[in-house]
């Protein structure tokens, strides 16, 4: 198998594959990926095109890409690369905007919401001071929406003045979507085989820009999906984020 023969790739790991890009020419920068794909999208990074990658293990170490502890990092060293655009943490988004607003706070009027979630927790310190991707195992008009019900994650119409502020890429089942317009609004970058443009629009609740021609997301090579199978992930626990 090759990057041109797509036989028997599943869509789990086109999804590690579209994560692991997002690290892609990072340097010694911290990744904190946060989810099952992500995760192994990270470590796939380090083991191949960003060796220079550090990997956390959420807390208070830093490790290898089989997990075994490299070093210290206290909290404090921990918030100096957040606040200095040394880290690129990847996120969930229980909502998302059209400028890439997020929410992981509560779904409808946050004075008295229908449904309370995580909460804002770090997602404001994240996007404005490093660069921020995100993670959307399934992507419906329920998450991409025309206008989020709390911003937490801050969008691409609200980070003027923020030096670091970054959204280099979303990632979800159905495709790779970027910000790379006049207007910062989101972008159709790739979609993933077996998925069409017209799916991706319906099951989004606003208005995409999508150019003339949308490529398909890479394919791994063989070299990756062999450490994805065999090395990084042979529990296959991707495959219990994103289905067949």
Do not use: K
């Amino acid at each position: 198998m090759n990057g041109t023969d797509l036989g028997g790739v599943t869509r789990a790991e086109y999804c590690v594959v579209a994560c692991a890009e997002a690290w892609r020419g990072a340097g010694e920068i911290l990744a904190s990926p946060m989810g099952v794909i992500p995760s192994i999208g990270a470590r796939l990074a380090r083991r191949t095109f960003a060796p220079d990658l550090l990997l956390t293990d959420g807390e208070a170490t830093l490790v290898g890409a089989d997990g075994t502890v490299e070093g210290w990092l206290p909290y404090r060293q921990h918030l100096e690369l957040v606040a200095g655009g040394r880290r690129h943490v990847m996120m969930g988004a229980s909502q998302i905007d059209r400028f890439g607003n997020q929410n992981i706070s509560c779904v409808g009027d946050w004075r008295r919401p229908r449904r309370q979630l995580l909460g804002v927790r770090g997602a404001p310190l994240n996007t404005l001071n490093n660069p921020t991707s995100y993670w959307i195992p399934r992507h419906s008009r329920r998450v991409f929406v025309e206008r989020v019900d709390l911003v937490c994650g801050v969008g691409t119409d609200r980070a003027a003045g923020a030096r670091y502020h970054c959204l280099p890429r979303v990632v979800s089942d159905l495709g790779v979507f970027d910000f790379a317009t006049p207007d910062g609004s989101m972008r159709l970058a790739s979609v993933h085989p077996g998925v069409t443009v017209e799916e991706i629009e319906e099951a989004t609740g606003f208005p995409l820009t999508v150019p003339p021609r949308v490529p398909s997301t890479r394919a791994p090579t063989a070299a990756e999906l062999r450490l994805i199978r065999e090395v990084v992930d042979p529990a296959d626990t991707r495959s219990r984020e994103v289905g067949a």
